[in-house]
């Protein structure tokens, strides 16, 4: 089935740096999500994305997070600075539309990158 | 604002034998509702989705879930379980009309054996 992919599947770096995460989503998918799972927790939905606007963003997604698909390449998730609480394991999602038939809402998952910040 | 319940960390079942395992939502409204399962180092997969009309909903590799609506649940299903079911299990529920957006259970861990 379609399939997305994230890079790197994980990333440590020191806390304050700057990290970017990369998602390559299912190609002619239109809505992009990104999603953040803290070790024995529940994912937690971040923000998702449209037509080059975040559409909604739950308040996990701080004033240091920012998301972007320029000209169809990779959706990233950049942070910064980074903090130690955001070590987590990050999963993008996308899908073909939103509501209404909902087969074209079904959201497809990447297998996440695990963020630790030291 | 919608929430998902998953009682059970972690289920254990011998390799045939049926399967349960429990979820429960809290929405005013109507419900869209999902299994997803993730195995390691893998994304989630869809097992089935609900949305309004027959209660009883099929999914992939004979998994089924009922929604009930007086109990606000949607439970998982198999009759059978493969050494293969061993996974991550969580159930998720987004809203009509909304952005999308899933709101996940805790999940459930499946072992599996023999």
């Known amino acids: 089935g379609p399939k997305v992919l994230q890079i790197p599947s994980h990333q440590i770096i020191d806390m304050g740096q700057m990290v970017t995460l990369n998602c390559d989503p299912v190609s002619n998918h239109l809505y992009f999500y990104w999603y953040k799972q803290i070790l024995g927790q529940q994912m937690e939905f971040l923000v998702n994305?449209?037509?080059?606007?975040?559409?909604?963003k739950s308040k996990l997604f701080k004033d240091q997070f920012s998301v972007e698909r320029p000209d169809g390449s990779y959706f990233t998730l950049k942070i910064q600075p980074t903090a130690l609480e955001d070590s987590a394991v990050y999963f993008c999602a996308s899908s073909l539309g939103l509501g209404g038939l909902y087969n074209y809402a079904e959201q497809f998952f990447g297998p996440g990158t695990r963020l630790t910040v030291l | 604002a919608q929430s998902v319940t998953q009682p059970d960390a972690r289920v254990t079942v011998s390799e045939g034998a049926s399967l349960q395992l429990r979820c429960k939502y809290s929405?005013?409204?109507?419900?869209?509702l999902f299994w997803y399962v993730q195995y390691p180092r893998q994304g989630l997969q869809l097992l089935l989705k609900?949305?309004?009309?027959?209660?009883v909903v099929q999914g992939v590799n004979g998994f089924e879930a009922e929604f009930s609506k007086s109990n606000s649940s949607f439970h998982l299903r198999k009759a059978s379980v493969h050494w293969s079911d061993w996974a991550v299990y969580f159930c998720?529920?987004?809203?009509?009309?909304?952005?999308?957006?899933?709101?996940f259970g805790q999940g459930t861990v499946l072992s599996v054996i023999p």
């Open positions: 929405y005013f409204g109507t419900p869209y």
């Open positions: 998720a529920v987004s809203t009509t009309g909304g952005n999308n957006k899933l709101t």
């Open positions: 609900y949305y309004p009309g027959d209660p």
């Open positions: 994305f449209y037509n080059g606007k975040v559409m909604e």
